[in-house]
């Protein structure tokens, strides 16, 4: 995983993420010789015999260049102009196609599953990445991420893990890099430049909050192991706070939990 600038409770990013890094190869899912022709989708091919997109979470995706080239011919939400939030993008558009290539063969390609859901968001993340810009954004998109991983972990904790808060590991890339598309690029893009220690405070504190409330009703740790794990989760509350800088990070925090994590 590569080093992110600012400091991560590493321990507890592993336990919401233990297992997710992996490498989904697609390299030979696809004929060779399948050329499809699309008009304005040249700019997004890759003339690499073999694309690798490594991401700031560990995950790494790998395709031939046909392999990648068709998913840019035939999934054009990926990259399309009108950006949406990943998941408008994911459920309001196609996500799987088959195609008959040149020499008749039939090909399936989807990401209907899970994991091709986390894939789906990955790629996302990459083609946006190109349009926000890659190295000027690099601060501002690590920080997301951390702030989005530490939301995730915290509230893995609450439910002793799940398949859902692993998932959203990779996920959290194309909402990070949503939010580096709303990011104000200029002065003159900003509304609101007051002070947010009041808000940030509050909103702290309701988290704080929620692990007293969720400690309460929480019967699989009990004794000095409760305490233990008490400490740990205000930990990663600590770790928002001094993560949370001004007010855009402030709400893109409350949005990215109140969208992502409101059980009940």
Same mark, same amino acid.
């Given at each position: 995983?590569?080093?992110?600038?600012?400091?991560?409770?590493?321990?507890?990013?592993?336990?919401?993420?233990?297992?997710?890094?992996?490498?989904?190869?697609?390299?030979?899912?696809?004929?060779?010789?399948?050329?499809?022709?699309?008009?304005?989708?040249?700019?997004?091919?890759?003339?690499?015999?073999?694309?690798?997109?490594?991401?700031?979470?560990?995950?790494?995706?790998?395709?031939?260049?046909?392999?990648?080239?068709?998913?840019?011919?035939?999934?054009?939400?990926?990259?399309?102009?009108?950006? &949406?939030?990943?998941?408008?993008?994911?459920?309001?558009?196609?996500?799987?196609?088959?195609?008959?290539?040149?020499?008749?063969?039939?090909?399936?390609?989807?990401?209907?599953?899970?994991?091709?859901?986390?894939?789906? %968001?990955?790629?996302?993340?990459?083609?946006?990445? &190109?349009?926000?810009?890659?190295?000027?954004?690099?601060?501002?998109?690590?920080?997301?991420?951390?702030?989005?991983?530490n939301i995730n972990s915290?509230?893995?904790?609450?439910?002793?893990?799940?398949?859902?808060?692993?998932?959203q590991c990779s996920r959290?890339?194309? %909402?990070?890099?949503?939010?580096? %598309?709303?990011?104000?690029?200029?002065?003159?893009?900003?509304?609101?430049?007051?002070?947010?220690?009041?808000?940030?405070?509050? %909103?702290?504190?309701?988290?704080? &909050?929620?692990?007293?409330?969720?400690?309460?009703?929480?019967?699989?740790?009990?004794?000095?192991?409760?305490?233990?794990?008490?400490?740990?989760?205000?930990?990663?509350?600590?770790?928002?706070?001094?993560?949370?800088?001004?007010?855009?990070?402030?709400?893109?925090?409350?949005?990215?939990?109140?969208?992502?994590?409101?059980?009940?």
């Amino acid at each position: 995983m590569k080093q992110i600038i600012y400091k991560v409770t590493v321990i507890v990013l592993l336990l919401s993420c233990n297992n997710q890094s992996r490498q989904l190869d697609r390299t030979n899912t696809a004929d060779e010789n399948t050329k499809i022709q699309k008009v304005n989708n040249s700019k997004y091919y890759t003339e690499q015999d073999t694309i690798i997109i490594a991401t700031e979470t560990g995950d790494t995706l790998k395709y031939s260049r046909n392999e990648f080239n068709l998913i840019v011919d035939n999934f054009p939400a990926l990259y399309s102009d009108n950006v &949406q939030n990943p998941d408008l993008t994911y459920f309001g558009n196609d996500i799987w196609k088959d195609i008959v290539d040149r020499n008749g063969n039939k090909i399936h390609l989807t990401f209907g599953s899970e994991v091709g859901q986390d894939e789906y %968001y990955i790629l996302y993340a990459y083609f946006l990445k &190109q349009k926000n810009g890659i190295k000027e954004f690099a601060i501002q998109r690590l920080k997301l991420i951390d702030i989005y991983l530490n939301i995730n972990s915290l509230f893995g904790h609450f439910e002793y893990g799940g398949t859902y808060f692993g998932h959203q590991c990779s996920r959290i890339l194309g %909402y990070a890099e949503y939010s580096i %598309y709303l990011l104000p690029k200029t002065k003159d893009n900003i509304s609101k430049t007051y002070d947010i220690t009041m808000q940030k405070g509050l %909103y702290i504190k309701s988290l704080r &909050q929620l692990i007293e409330d969720e400690s309460k009703i929480d019967f699989n740790t009990l004794g000095k192991e409760k305490v233990e794990r008490t400490k740990k989760l205000n930990k990663i509350v600590d770790e928002l706070d001094k993560l949370i800088t001004d007010i855009f990070y402030l709400r893109r925090a409350q949005e990215f939990q109140y969208e992502h994590y409101g059980y009940y």
